[in-house]
């Protein structure tokens, strides 16, 4: 496959930042985020949002950060690194995601919001009372929004089963104000492909890969959304950038290794032997 360019030695990279939970089992979450960034060769910037308490079998319970200190940290980088292009993950509460939105008004930065609810074991990342903030006043200024199917049906009440409602709930999705909308078919039932679909008000973009047959995909979403975010940081575009991502996430399924008593997580380290 081919890879971002990556920067000379002593030069400077492209700069991206992520606005994320901390994961202590390192899957997913801000390290998969870092781990992403790191192999695909850009400079990766962190505001975190929440610490979790988490290894493979679950989510313990999570502590969040005042929203001001995460304003801060965006406001920090920002003013002063120039960001290419940022995502968000968990982002904890209502009140992270409204100060979140209220810091990207006056920003003019690409912004992948990947809406995280849950851990793949269920555990909630975020209270259902926090949805209307991230409809309102997130989703109106993301340059893409990537829900998977569990987050579609809480964001529009839409159960996706195949194409025709895949397709339904891109539109849904995108009437809620982001530039894009994908709809992550990882989780629909077997068809050996795994189909995203993604819109922008006119056209339908479909990304297909294998489906690949593995437990251990912990933080295969964040890592989607990572090499997005890393991709426009480099001036792809969006349907450009997601081919790429599509690709990269695939690659990180299939060296995917096993890790402590639970889900083990996708990895990216394939990139060291190529
Ligand atoms: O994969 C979604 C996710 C994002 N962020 C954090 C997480 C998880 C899943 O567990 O823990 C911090």
């Known amino acids: 496959m081919h890879f971002l360019p990556l920067p000379l030695p002593g030069t400077t990279p492209a700069r991206v930042l992520t606005i994320a939970g901390s994961d202590s089992g390192g899957g997913a979450g801000m390290q998969a985020d870092m781990r992403t960034f790191a192999l695909l060769g850009v400079h990766a910037c ?23 200190t995460v304003a801060a940290q965006i406001d920090a980088v920002t003013s002063d690194i ?50 209307d903030a991230l409809r309102d ?40 104000g982001p530039r894009w909308a994908l709809v992550k078919g990882g989780h629909l039932p077997a068809s050996g492909q795994s189909p995203d679909l993604l819109y922008d008000g006119t056209e339908f973009h479909e990304f297909t890969g294998p489906r690949i047959a593995t437990g251990d995909d912990h933080g295969a979403g964040d890592t989607l959304a990572a090499a997005t975010t890393a991709a426009l940081a480099h001036g792809y575009s969006v349907p ?29 380290l394939f990139r060291l032997w190529v």
């Open 240 to 268: 450009e950038a997601l081919t790429f991502a599509k690709r990269w996430v695939t690659e990180c399924l299939r060296s995917a290794y096993p890790l402590g008593h639970g889900h083990g997580p996708v990895s990216p």
């Open 137 to 176: 006043t997130l989703f109106p200024l993301a340059t893409l929004v990537t829900p998977n199917l569990h987050e579609v049906r809480l964001l529009v009440g839409i159960d996706v089963v195949d194409g025709d409602s895949q397709r339904a709930a891109a539109k849904a999705l995108h009437a809620l």
């Open 46 to 68: 962190a505001a975190v949002t929440a610490v979790t308490v988490q290894n493979t079998v679950g989510v313990k319970g999570f502590h969040t950060i005042p929203p001001e």
């Open 82 to 131: 120039g960001i290419g292009a940022a995502k968000s993950g968990m982002l904890a509460s209502a009140e992270i995601i409204t100060a979140v939105a209220a810091t990207w008004r006056t920003l003019d930065v690409p912004l992948v919001v990947d809406p995280v609810c849950a851990s793949m074991h269920g555990d909630p990342l975020l209270p259902e009372s926090a949805l």
